[in-house]
């Protein structure tokens, strides 16, 4: 599906299918469009690129396909989004020491919070380590 060149205006057959802050962000997400096959360009970049604060003001950078194209480029991000997401929260349960990746979180009762707090006071309220590795024993937040 081709669409019109930014230069020639944007069309109003194409449609925003995707938001990123950053010009590099949205052309990572062009890229994934484009692996697909789906052809796509960016809105808003020259803005982003000149007034980095006004970025969020104009929803930042858009990137918009072929309105034929809108429903498989959706798809195609969402996919991209989990994906990332999946690779985030597989990173937060990698030990930062041995890097094995099934640590746990730290448990703690009801109780050890009433005793942390009755002898530390506000002191207990510091974030405590979240993960504990269950190889090395490596511990951390
Ligand atoms: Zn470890």
Not at 25 to 50: C, K, N, R, Y
Not at 93 to 119: H, K, N, Q
Request: with cysteine.
């Amino acid at each position: 599906m081709s669409i019109i060149e930014p230069d020639q205006g944007i069309s109003r057959k194409n449609v925003v299918v995707g938001n990123a802050p950053q010009p590099m962000e949205a052309s990572l997400l062009q890229m994934e469009l484009e692996a697909h096959g789906i052809e796509s360009i960016q809105d808003g970049e020259f803005t982003v690129a000149v007034d980095p604060l006004l970025s969020n003001a104009i929803g930042g950078v858009r990137v918009l396909v072929a309105a034929a194209d809108e429903a498989a480029a959706r798809e195609v991000l969402a996919e991209f989004y989990r994906k990332r997401r999946e690779d985030e929260a597989a990173l937060e349960f990698t030990c930062p020491a041995c890097g094995e990746e099934e640590a746990l979180p730290v448990e703690r009762s009801p109780v050890f919070w009433m005793m942390m707090v009755l002898s530390l006071g506000v002191l207990a309220l510091i974030p405590w380590d979240r993960y504990k590795c269950p190889k090395c024993g490596h511990r951390w937040r």
